[in-house]
């Protein structure tokens, strides 16, 4: 980065330093720690780049030049580049030539935790970061909300919020055993727009990780470790080293089911092969299914969510049904030993290839999903005319084919045998010719000997 004269640079400082900080209001960015920003120079007509010099204020009024390094690069257009963002870096900044001024306000947003717990609570925070550590928040068009994985609002009795302002929150959560490798995302949005998205992933000590999966798919379970000892994984505590099936393939350090069915639902441990066999990783998995049933007179479908709990299924657990007909009839939540299920009856007049989907939640948000697609058996059968014709025609090409080549072989055949009778005919006839004509000969021979002893 080029700079001013030393004694130019002075000179901006002391009118900054009598004068304050810009009044001007700058342009916001937002970014995550560990993010890649370009700070643009709003100065228009900038000659050379030469000219221009990036100023940064710290917490307290303080002012420093921006120095070149790894992380911090003057671009082509004078803007400046932040690479491996860290939260010193969250400040006002101010991109100077001559008495032109543009002004930039990085802020990041940061998710932490408040350790050590107490009670068995977890409490997170979600700050925008004006400087390192919170500032309050002075602009009305930001805003901070939690939610879940999926994008879904945190909701139920254990969730507690505290919004001292806009740009900090608190999220309080009672924990629970399955709270361990949990995702917790806060969104900070500007008039309405999410501008960025910070995810924080929690542990709990001897936790569970809740692993939800469709039947008929593959689920990759996750030690979330590596060891110099190698893994081993067990089902119900049962080591599966010995029992390890075509569908069940460790990879790396995972565990990858290819087919998942119901029976596959249950208790995993991801373990070290060998020293102290120290835990590494502990999954509940569930699987969720759709089965079908018509009655008996065909007046309608009848298709059942069920979803298959490791062990007793939660009570914070959810099934939803959605698409199709929207007046079909639905059954309340059934919980069947360690299941839970739900039941819609779809009429006779369902439309064609309507596609039926079954989801499970926890605590509102969305885990996983099972798709049912039906067919009218009405329409059935003019489905089958084209597949059907197909088939026929190929059937047909294929015996035209064989018996014509049955055919050109049996004339082939009957060619040769001709051509050779013809032959051996032709080879009797050609000596009775020639003794003909031998004969024919000896006798004129003769009778011209004959006359002319009689002259």
């Excluded at 039947?215 to 029992?243: I, N, Q």
């Excluded at 001709?418 to 020639?434: L, S």
Aim: hydrophobic share 35%; charged share 20%; net charge negative.
């Amino acid at each position: 980065m080029n700079y001013p004269s030393l004694l130019g640079l002075c000179l901006v400082f002391l009118t900054w330093a009598s004068a304050g900080p810009p009044t001007a209001e700058p342009l916001l960015m937002f970014a995550l720690e560990g993010d890649t920003v370009t700070l643009p120079c709003g100065i228009p007509s900038i000659k050379s780049c030469s000219s221009v010099n990036w100023l940064k204020y710290g917490q307290y009024g303080t002012t420093a030049s921006v120095a070149e390094d790894r992380t911090h690069v003057l671009l082509w257009d004078c803007s400046l580049k932040i690479t491996h963002s860290v939260l010193d870096d969250a400040c006002l900044y101010s991109c100077v030539s001559g008495t032109h001024i543009s002004n930039v306000s990085l802020q990041i947003l940061n998710v932490t935790e408040s350790l050590p717990r107490k009670d068995d609570i977890i409490e997170l925070h979600c700050i925008l970061n004006t400087f390192k550590g919170y500032v309050p928040c002075k602009n009305k068009e930001i805003l901070i909300k939690w939610s879940a994985e999926d994008d879904t609002p945190i909701s139920g009795d254990r969730f507690t919020f505290e919004n001292s302002s806009d740009c900090f929150s608190k999220l309080i959560i009672k924990e629970k055993q399955t709270d361990h490798h949990r995702k917790w995302q806060c969104h900070l949005t500007q008039n309405g727009e999410i501008k960025a998205t910070s995810v924080y992933t929690t542990t709990v000590t001897d936790g569970l990780q809740e692993v939800f999966g469709a039947v008929g798919e593959s689920v990759s379970l996750s030690c979330g470790h590596t060891s110099s000892y190698g893994v081993e994984w067990a089902k119900c505590e049962k080591p599966l080293m010995h029992d390890i099936t075509s569908d069940m393939v460790p990879q790396d350090t995972s565990l990858v089911i290819s087919k998942l069915t119901a029976l596959h639902a249950a208790d995993y441990k991801c373990s070290e092969a060998t020293g102290q066999h120290s835990v590494l990783n502990k999954i509940r998995l569930h699987t969720l299914d759709v089965t079908a049933e018509s009655a008996p007179d065909g007046e309608y479908l009848n298709l059942t969510c069920v979803l298959t709990c490791a062990k007793e299924c939660d009570k914070d657990f959810n099934l939803s049904w959605s698409g199709g007909d929207q007046k079909a009839l639905q059954s309340r939540l059934m919980q069947v030993n360690n299941t839970l299920r739900k039941e819609i009856f779809l009429p006779d007049g369902l439309k064609r290839w309507d596609e039926i989907t079954c989801s499970v939640h926890r605590e509102g948000a969305l885990m996983a999903s099972k798709k049912w697609r039906t067919v009218n058996p009405l329409q059935t059968p003019a489905w089958l005319v084209l597949p059907l014709g197909l088939l026929i025609c190929v059937a047909a090409g294929v015996v035209y084919m064989k018996r014509k080549h049955n055919k050109d072989a049996a004339n082939e055949q009957s060619s040769i045998g001709m051509t050779h009778v013809y032959e051996v005919i032709r080879a009797e006839e050609e000596p009775q010719q020639q003794r003909q004509s031998n004969t024919d000969t000896t006798t004129t021979t003769s009778l011209y000997h004959l006359l002319q002893a009689v002259n």
